[in-house]
């Protein structure tokens, strides 16, 4: 078994963005793919941001036993952790970066214990947020609502996680993400 890196956070606090800047700096990370039954947004590309399946493939999937854990984060739509992308990734000697849900989060720490570092990425505020999923401009107002109200229920798990770091300066934040996982891969 290889090490693994989660990240968990409210929708909006940065946790992307910090763990694109990660991918860059570490070539021997590698960010796993996650399976979501929603629709491409954006610039996304199937393979590279999710794999994009249709509800009924989703669930399929689910029956076929293909997630290492799989959550309805969202009303209607799910996001899972294939075993494929896993297994792909550690084949290579790779280590795994997941960006997942908190509750995610928490099932992946379960299951890889002290192979793996979770991080939960916290805004500033709530208020902060919101501004920054409209800023992101990638979601429709109700979609933005939905996401916001659920923050406030999702802030309350990050005592879980291994490491908090607050996404208030983006420089502070992505060096504390840095000293973090240099620790854990030191360790
Ligand atoms: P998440 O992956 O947690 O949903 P993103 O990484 O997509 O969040 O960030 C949400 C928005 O907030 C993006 O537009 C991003 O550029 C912006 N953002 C990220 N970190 C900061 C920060 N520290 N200050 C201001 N804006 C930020
Ligand atoms: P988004 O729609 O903004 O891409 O993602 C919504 C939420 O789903 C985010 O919190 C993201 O981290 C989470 N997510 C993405 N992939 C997975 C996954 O494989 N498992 C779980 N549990 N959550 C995921």
Sequence with gaps: MGKVIIFSAPSGSGKTTIVRELLKRFPQFEFSVSATSRAPRGCERHGCDYHFMTHEEFM??????????????????????L???VERIW???????????????????RIFGDDAC??????PSIGELRRRLVC??????????????KAEYELGF???????IVNDDLETAKAEA??????????
């Design 136 to 149: 992101r401009g990638t979601d429709a107002p109700e979609v933005i609502d939905r996401r916001v109200a």
């Design 60 to 81: 399929r999937a689910v029956a076929e036993n293909r997630f290492v854990e799989w959550e309805e984060v969202y009303q209607g739509t799910c996001y899972g952790t």
């Design 83 to 85: 075993r494929s992308e």
């Design 158 to 164: 990050a005592p879980k996680f291994d490491t908090v």
């Design 91 to 109: 084949a290579k000697g790779n280590i795994i970066v997941f960006d997942v849900d908190v509750i995610g989060g928490i099932n992946l720490k």
């Design 118 to 123: 979770s991080i939960f990425v916290m805004p």
């Design 178 to 187: 840095l000293k973090v996982i240099t620790q854990f891969l030191n360790r």
